[in-house]
């Protein structure tokens, strides 16, 4: 018995070898790499840095083998030869492309294999020829680029220095002319409206005033709603006949648009004659008893001869019904002596103080 154990275990052992290497063996063929494979030369146009005998052959990202031989081609010197062999499985076509990877943080390179279209010739070995530049790192490639980029400055440098020249040239110029160059710049602005705008001077119309109580009241509730206007008249500027350029009123304006402006100062002035009984604007009430509806003619200074402001206002008093109570047209104007803004503002003061003092007369008769 104990000359027979360690034969025993000996035996053993020995099954157990013989198994494992049948095992490896039957892994190497089927999933190790040594099943069917097939050998495809490559040629590449320039250097590959780094490519080693036994470096991986990707396709499409996975590896299918590896590199078996290397070798300069002897009638071309930039040439290099590379023999790889991977499994005949992979889908290797005519028109595959081929390039130089380097993977990792040490930049390993492999040969990469990409895509295809066209089915591989059948029978002798295939041969793949790498794209123009494949074996090209991004360190060769930046100097590369370098390279070119002195080489185009180094054919150009004459005409480049010549450009300098002239903008050193044309600044100092600049330089020399900025005054002229401001002048220039402000009379653009000043043609184009462009520019720090420029305060304007606001005028306004003034109410008509009225001494003592009113002698007669307006009866029942009136509304005086924003008088209508042609789209002219619908501006704060001063207005001329015939229209011209004026450059004393270029700069002044009134102090709202006229229709809101006239509004304004009616209610004022009818404020002024009876404040109780003064119209409101036609937003603030509801049903009014009656409405002051007015349009605005004209109000402009004519300038044929010696300067004046014309206004010329109909008015018309409509009840709740819509039925026209009165009607009348409102004119007036007022000379002055010298064409400038305070002298007209004053004319148009005096013109508006007597249309409104015959409107209000007029509307308090209307409504007895």
Request: charged share 20%; no cysteine; aromatic share 8%.
């Amino acid at each position: 018995m104990e000359t027979r154990a360690p034969f025993v275990v000996i035996g053993a052992f020995v099954l157990a070898a013989i198994v494992a290497v049948f095992g490896f063996v039957y892994w190497l063929n089927n999933t190790g790499g040594l099943g069917p494979r097939t050998t495809y030369h490559v040629q590449f146009d320039g250097s590959v840095p780094g490519l080693l005998v036994g470096a991986g052959v990707l396709f499409n990202g996975i590896r299918v083998g590896e590199v078996t031989d290397l070798g300069l081609a002897p009638d071309s010197p930039r040439q290099v030869n590379a023999t790889i062999s991977i499994a005949s499985a992979t889908p290797v076509r005519s028109d595959t492309k081929v390039g130089l990877e380097f993977q990792g943080l040490t930049g390993v390179p492999v040969i990469a294999l990409e895509g295809g279209t066209l089915p591989a010739d059948s029978g002798a070995v295939s041969t793949l020829i790498a794209e123009p530049g494949a074996g090209q790192s991004m360190t060769q490639a930046a100097r590369d680029a370098l390279r070119r980029v002195d080489s185009v400055l180094a054919e150009n440098s004459e005409p480049l220095k010549n450009t300098i020249a002239n903008l050193e040239v044309f600044s100092e110029g600049l330089a020399r002319n900025a005054g002229k160059l401001d002048s220039i710049v402000g009379g653009i602005e000043k043609m184009t409206g462009g520019g720090t705008p420029v305060q304007k001077i606001t005028y306004d119309l003034h109410a008509a005033q009225f001494s003592g109580p009113a002698g007669k009241t307006i009866k029942g509730q009136l509304a005086l709603p924003e008088p209508t206007a042609v789209a002219m008249l619908e501006t704060q500027r001063f207005l001329f006949a015939p229209a011209g350029d004026y450059p004393a009123f270029a700069d002044v304006i009134w102090a709202d648009s006229i229709p809101k402006l006239l509004q304004a100062r009616l209610i004022e002035s009818f404020e002024n004659y009876d404040i109780a009984h003064a119209p409101l604007r036609g937003a603030d009430i509801g049903q009014a008893d009656n409405q002051l509806v007015i349009d605005v003619r004209h109000f402009q200074i004519a300038v044929d001869a010696e300067p004046a402001v014309e206004i010329g206002l109909s008015a018309r008093i409509v009840d709740k019904n819509g039925k026209v109570v009165a009607s009348r047209l409102f004119e007036a104007g007022e000379k002055f002596a010298k064409l400038e803004p305070a002298a007209a503002d004053a004319a148009f003061d005096m013109a508006f103080g007597r249309i409104a003092k015959d409107m209000i007369a007029w509307t308090v008769q209307a409504l007895q």
